[in-house]
C-alpha cells in the first residue's frame, strides 16, 4: 500500500509561482509512474502532468504546457510540480496518484493511489 502526501499548496497572485510536493511511503517509488491531476469546484478531475518511472519521460495537458514541469527524485520519494506563470483558471485542488504497470496515463480511474490533494488559489 502506498501513501502520498501532498505539500506546497496556497494562495499566490496571477503571474506568480507555486512548487508542490508529493512524498510517497510504503512501496518502491520507482516502481510507479506518477501523476498530477487537479479538480476545479463545480468541475471534473483532470489530467495535468506526469512522469515515467525513471523520470526520463513527461506528458502534459495543453492547458499548463511551458508553464507546469514536472519531475521526480527517486532518492527521496518525491515527485515535484512546478507551476509558474499562474493564471486564476489553475486555482484547484491538486493531487498526486500513483500507477502500476503501464496503463494510459492521460486517465485517473488507471491510477492505484491518492494523496487527499492540497489546495492552489490563484487571485486575479
Known amino acids: 500500500q502506498v501513501q502520498l502526501v501532498e505539500s506546497g499548496g496556497g494562495l499566490v497572485q496571477a503571474g506568480g509561482s507555486l512548487r508542490l510536493s508529493c512524498a510517497a511511503s510504503?512501496?518502491?517509488?520507482?516502481?510507479?509512474?506518477m501523476g498530477w491531476f487537479r479538480q476545479a469546484p463545480g468541475k471534473e478531475r483532470e489530467f495535468v502532468a506526469t512522469?515515467?518511472?525513471?523520470?526520463?519521460?513527461?506528458y502534459y495537458a495543453d492547458s499548463v504546457k511551458g508553464r507546469f514541469s514536472i519531475s521526480r527524485d527517486n532518492a527521496k520519494n518525491t515527485v515535484y510540480l512546478q507551476m509558474l506563470s499562474l493564471k486564476p483558471e489553475d486555482t484547484a485542488v491538486y493531487y498526486c496518484?500513483?500507477?502500476?504497470?503501464?496503463?494510459?496515463?492521460?486517465?485517473?480511474?488507471?491510477?492505484?493511489?491518492w494523496g487527499q490533494g492540497t489546495q492552489v488559489t490563484v487571485s486575479s
Open positions: 496518484a500513483a500507477m502500476r504497470g503501464t496503463r494510459a496515463y492521460l486517465s485517473g480511474s488507471n491510477y492505484d493511489y
Open positions: 510504503g512501496g518502491t517509488f520507482s516502481n510507479y509512474r
Open positions: 512522469v515515467s518511472r525513471s523520470g526520463g519521460s513527461t
